[in-house]
């Protein structure tokens, strides 16, 4: 089936620091999506982006993080500053309309 | 708010037996949420198992089904005969107009040879 990929697979910073998340989302789909899940608790929203912008975004999409994909490049998410609580593993998903979402395999970030 | 519970972390199941997960969900925004139920292989992303959008209506996949019943507000994922290839995390899940998906914790399946 479609292949979303995200890069890297695993990431380590230091604390305040920034970060970005890349994701190669399936080539012609149009809705992205950002999850979150810390480990042992369930994969939680984040943020969807359409057209350019940002269409909803939960209470766990902090003024830190923002999304874009320049280009129609990599769909990014960038945290600056990072803070302990953000460790978690970080998925990325499209859809073609608003319809099935494939994932990708996650980043697993942990910063210390 | 919406929310998705699985009351079992992990279940473990001889093989060739019947398996159920539970899956219940509550629901607050107008309108009856689609139900999906998605699987994470070892080493793999989450990929899509089913979907139902209809009250009513039953599911199926890869020899598995869900009936999405909206009276018990329930969605569990059913197999007659489970094999090792099963092996894997099972979600249940959530969304309106198949916009944000809100999850289930998660069961991790387990099959005994």
């Known amino acids: 089936g479609p292949k979303v990929l995200q890069i890297p697979s695993h990431q380590i910073i230091d604390m305040g620091q920034m970060v970005t998340l890349n994701c190669d989302p399936v080539s012609n789909h149009l809705y992205f999506y950002w999850y979150k899940q810390i480990l042992g608790q369930q994969m939680e929203f984040l943020v969807n982006f359409y057209n350019g912008k940002v269409m909803e975004k939960s209470k766990l999409f902090k003024d830190q993080f923002s999304v874009e994909r320049p280009d129609g490049s990599y769909f990014t998410l960038k945290i600056q500053p990072t803070a302990l609580e953000d460790s978690a593993v970080y998925f990325c998903?499209?859809?073609?309309?608003?319809?099935?979402?494939?994932f990708g395999p996650g980043t697993r970030l942990l910063v210390l | 708010g919406d929310s998705v519970t699985q009351t079992e972390g992990q279940v473990t199941v001889s093989e060739s037996k019947s398996l159920i997960i539970n899956c219940t969900y509550s629901?607050?925004?107008?309108?009856?949420?689609?139900l999906f139920w998605y699987v994470r292989y070892p080493g793999e992303g989450l990929q899509l198992l089913l979907k139902v959008i209809t009250a009513g209506q039953k599911g199926s996949s890869r020899g598995f089904e869900a009936t999405y019943n909206k009276e018990a507000t329930s969605f569990h994922l059913q197999k007659a005969s489970v094999q090792e290839s099963d092996s894997a995390v099972y979600y249940c899940?959530?969304?309106?107009?198949?916009?944000?998906?809100?999850f289930g914790q998660g069961t991790k399946l387990s099959i005994k040879p």
């Open positions: 629901a607050t925004s107008i309108g009856y949420p689609n």
């Open positions: 899940a959530l969304s309106y107009n198949q916009g944000k998906l809100i």
């Open positions: 998903a499209s859809s073609l309309l608003q319809d099935t979402q494939y």
